[in-house]
């Protein structure tokens, strides 16, 4: 297990890095999704971040056009007065937009990755890791869900949403970083990893991935002790049956996953057009791609 974890987070060898719009809905400058953002990098991406100026957790899919700043942007990230977006002053593929993550990512692709990237878009968006855990109901209230289902069913670009049950805001710049932002952005990096290395198309049409680390604590502060169980979103009390999984025909659902405890990471596979699960044969088209990760649920 940690010799496989260790060869998924090295660069994708033989192969250029992808082109990827990372996004959140805790703001441009907390410290989860700059983790991440570092890890991707060193990963060998081609990464652009365009998230908002401040916290925006909990607005699922408003999107609207950004209004200039009149206060400086969260953890004092940009200047009061800064305008409507902005950039980094030392790092271009650092972005804010004053307004919600379906905006950014708006942005993200529309503007600043297309600057950076020559008109090209994203290949893959990544939003998160979330500052909490988005399971079930609070599913379709997220913003980082909501931004990645923007990506899947608007913009027609595949999509991972990662959130974290380890919560607790931090800045961009917090010193010493706490493992739990090390440990997300080695597991999202990852999965990232696994899922651009499976080829191109890297998801199914109209589907995005749900992806909800537990807790960082214990023996789950070692990436290499994680799992990762394919589950559902909702509860399949009245669904038709889900792809055959671990011997049956109903994967469990992602809080049932987390529940479990045993450093297990629920993978769900969301339907773009409604913030549910899947039907049973896109979830089988994922499990092709990353079975050879996927472990059975221990409960």
């Not at 959140?24 to 410290?31: Q, S, V």
């Not at 994680?226 to 809080?255: H, M, Q």
């Not at 057009?273 to 979830?283: C, G, R, Y």
């Amino acid at each position: 297990m940690r010799t496989q974890f260790i060869l998924s987070a090295l660069p994708i060898l033989g192969a250029h890095g992808a082109r990827i719009l990372q996004t959140n809905d805790d703001g441009w400058a907390e410290l989860y999704v700059r983790s991440l953002n570092g890890a991707l990098n060193s990963a060998g991406h081609d990464v652009v971040l365009s998230a908002p100026a401040e916290n925006k957790s909990g607005s699922g899919s408003s999107d609207e056009e950004p209004s200039p700043r009149t206060s400086a942007c969260e953890y004092n990230s940009c200047p009061a007065n800064s305008g409507p977006v902005g950039t980094n002053a030392t790092n271009t593929r650092l972005n804010w937009v004053n307004s919600y993550p379906v905006t950014s990512v708006r942005y993200g692709i529309d503007t600043f990755g297309a600057q950076i990237w020559n008109g090209q878009e994203p290949e893959l968006v990544v939003s998160g890791p979330n500052v909490g855990s988005n399971l079930f109901l609070s599913v379709p209230f997220s913003g980082t869900v909501g931004a990645a289902v923007y990506a899947s069913h608007d913009a027609g670009i595949p999509a991972i949403a990662f959130s974290g049950a380890s919560d607790g805001n931090l800045a961009f710049n917090t010193n010493p970083v706490p493992a739990r932002s090390t440990v997300y952005a080695q597991l999202a990096t990852q999965l990232t990893n696994a899922v651009l290395n499976s080829g191109a198309p890297y998801l199914p049409d109209e589907v995005w991935l749900n992806v909800n680390f537990p807790e960082v604590t214990g023996a789950c502060t070692d990436p290499a002790n994680f799992k990762w169980v394919l589950s559902r979103i909702n509860p399949g009390i009245i669904s038709a049956p889900d792809v055959d999984y671990c011997g049956d025909d109903r994967l469990p659902t992602e809080s049932s996953v987390i529940d479990a405890g045993g450093c297990q990471i629920s993978v769900s596979v969301g339907d773009a057009t409604d913030k549910t699960t899947a039907p049973a044969e896109k979830q089988a088209v994922v499990l092709q791609k990353l079975g050879s990760m996927l472990t059975c649920l221990d409960s």
